[in-house]
């Protein structure tokens, strides 16, 4: 089963940031917190990810509470390509650990 | 950088007919893993390989799901006899054992599976 909660569902307007929660309340200390995208009819793609520090990429922003145990995915200046599922998943560094999506959040970008 | 390769894209057959999957993994990239997506739900791991050695096959129903890496590039995945609910979209991703993209899973377009 999938560590993290989130929202089924979210709306955003065109040109904001887009803030997506998720709570990791049994997140280990040696997990990381992962995200990954799936636009409609693509595979999952690849954002960030995050041990204990906030990190910053140029697709988007991670930021993890102190306690590790919830985080929030930010999407600067949403666009309508941003449209997708967002999966949070959290899982150890490891070679061989596997990643375990749960059913996401789906996010819509509004016109 | 070429990505993931499948095929077919899409796939239609009547139950309990036979059907296969093809990967091409991005060049270099040791470890390939085949998904399965039920519409509404986040793939599920079906298998992982690294090279041609199975990592982790304990979600794969190995009484009708079958999956190959032969020379441990691309990869077969095949469904004997298909049911029903294994109408799906397949998935299959790749990631290298060390660098800067340790991190990412590279996923293709995945194969549309549907089965009547």
């Known amino acids: 089963d999938a560590k993290t909660t989130q929202p089924t569902s979210m709306d955003c307007a065109e040109g904001r940031a887009a803030n997506l929660p998720c709570n990791h309340s049994?997140?280990?200390?040696?997990?990381?917190v992962y995200w990954y995208r799936q636009i409609h009819s693509q595979g999952p793609q690849y954002i960030i990810h995050?041990?204990?520090n906030n990190e910053t990429n140029e697709m988007a922003s991670l930021i993890i509470t102190e306690d590790r145990k919830s985080s929030t995915l930010i999407l600067p200046h949403a666009t309508l390509r941003d449209t997708a599922v967002y999966y949070c998943?959290?899982?150890?560094?490891?070679?061989?650990?596997?990643?375990?999506f749960g059913k996401g959040t789906r996010l819509h970008i509004l016109p | 950088e070429a990505g993931v390769a499948q095929s077919p894209r899409y796939k239609i057959i009547e139950k309990r007919q036979s059907v296969a999957f093809w990967c091409n993994p991005i060049?270099?990239?040791?470890?390939l893993y085949w998904y399965q997506q039920i519409l509404g739900q986040g793939p599920k791991l079906l298998i992982q390989?690294?090279?041609?050695?199975?990592?982790?096959d304990s979600q794969l129903p190995k009484d009708r799901f079958s999956a190959e890496r032969l020379k441990g590039v691309d990869s077969t995945l095949k469904i004997q006899p298909a049911k029903l609910e294994d109408s799906a979209v397949y998935l299959c991703?790749?990631?290298?054992?060390?660098?800067?993209?340790?991190?990412?899973?590279?996923f293709g377009p995945g194969t549309r599976l549907t089965v009547l």
């Open positions: 998943i959290v899982r150890a560094r490891l070679l061989g650990d596997k990643i375990i």
């Open positions: 049994t997140i280990s200390g040696n997990e990381y």
């Open positions: 995050g041990l204990k």
């Open positions: 060049s270099g990239h040791a470890t």
């Open positions: 390989f690294q090279n041609n050695g199975v990592v982790d």
């Open positions: 991703a790749s990631n290298p054992l060390s660098g800067r993209q340790l991190d990412e899973q590279f």
